[in-house]
C-alpha cells in the first residue's frame, strides 16, 4: 500500500521569505502522480500543484514549486515570496496511475508572520 | 454556485443514531469519494463509486454505509454513530479519465458525536 508522510507539522515563515514543506512517500508503482493541497481556515480543499511521475521537469505555478526526487521519492512544495493568504493547512497527496484514489499525507500547518 | 454541495455543513448528534451525510455534484463527473479529515492523520478514504453500480470499500470503511443514487449524488451513512466518528468529512468528485483529473472537494461536513 501506498503511504505518504510529512514530517513537519507545523511551519513557519516571515511575509514575503521562502519556505519549504517537505513530504515523502512510498510506492511500488513506476508511475503515478503527486499533488500538494491547500486547506485554509474555510475549510476548503484548493489544488496548489500536481506532478506526473514519468516527467523529469518540477511542476511549478506562479509561486509555488516542487522538488520531485523521484528515486528519493521525495515531493517537497516550496512558497515563494509568502504572502499572508498563503497560511493554511497543506497536504501532500498519492495517486496511482489509473487515477482511483487519492493517498494523503498527515498535513503541515503553515503561519505566515507579517 | 458550488460544483460539489454537501449537506448539512455542520451536524450535532448522539452516540446511537442514525445519521446521513449528502454529496451531490453539478460538474457531470463520474467519479465519487468520501473522506474523513483528523487532526495529524490528514484524510482519510472511507468508500469511493466509479459509476452508480459500482462501490469500492476505501481504508476506512467500518461502521459507514454509501448510497450512489444518481451520478450526480453519493450519500454517506453512519448507521449508529459513535463519538470517534467524531470529525470532518469531504466529499470530492473526479472526471475519471486518468489522475492528472483533479479532485473537486465540496465544504465538507463538521460532525459531532456526543
Known sequence: AQTVTQSQ???????????????????????????????????????????????QQNATENRFSVNFQK???????????????????YFCAYAPRDGSRLTFGEGTQLTVNP | DADVTQTPRNRITKT??????????TKGHDRMYWYRQDPGLGLRLIYYS???????????????????????????????????????????????????NEQFFGPGTRLTVL
Not at chain 1, 515563515?13 to 499533488?35: G, H, I, K, R
Not at chain 1, 521519492?73 to 498563503?86: M, N, P, T, V
Not at chain 2, 446511537?16 to 455534484?25: A, D, F, N, P, T
Not at chain 2, 448510497?67 to 475519471?96: D, H, M, V
Request: glycine content about 4%; overall charge negative; hydrophobic content about 35%.
Open chain 1, 71 to 89: 528515486a528519493a521519492k521525495s515531493f517537497s512544495l516550496k512558497i515563494s515570496d509568502s504572502q499572508l493568504g498563503d497560511a493554511a493547512m
Open chain 2, 16 to 25: 446511537g443514531k442514525r445519521i446521513m451525510l449528502e454529496c451531490s455534484q
Open chain 2, 50 to 100: 466509479f459509476d452508480v453500480k459500482d462501490i469500492n470499500k476505501g481504508e476506512i470503511s467500518d461502521g459507514y454505509s454509501v448510497s450512489r443514487q444518481a451520478q450526480a449524488k453519493f450519500s454517506l451513512s453512519l448507521e449508529s454513530a459513535i463519538p470517534n466518528q467524531t470529525a470532518l468529512y469531504f466529499c470530492a468528485t473526479t472526471a475519471g479519465v486518468g489522475a492528472y
Open chain 1, 9 to 55: 507539522p507545523e511551519m513557519s515563515v516571515q511575509e514575503a521569505e521562502t519556505v519549504t514543506l517537505s513530504c515523502t512517500y512510498d510506492t511500488s508503482e513506476s508511475d503515478y502522480y503527486l499533488f500538494w493541497y491547500k486547506q485554509p481556515p474555510s475549510r476548503q480543499m484548493i489544488l496548489v500543484i500536481r506532478q506526473e511521475a514519468y516527467k
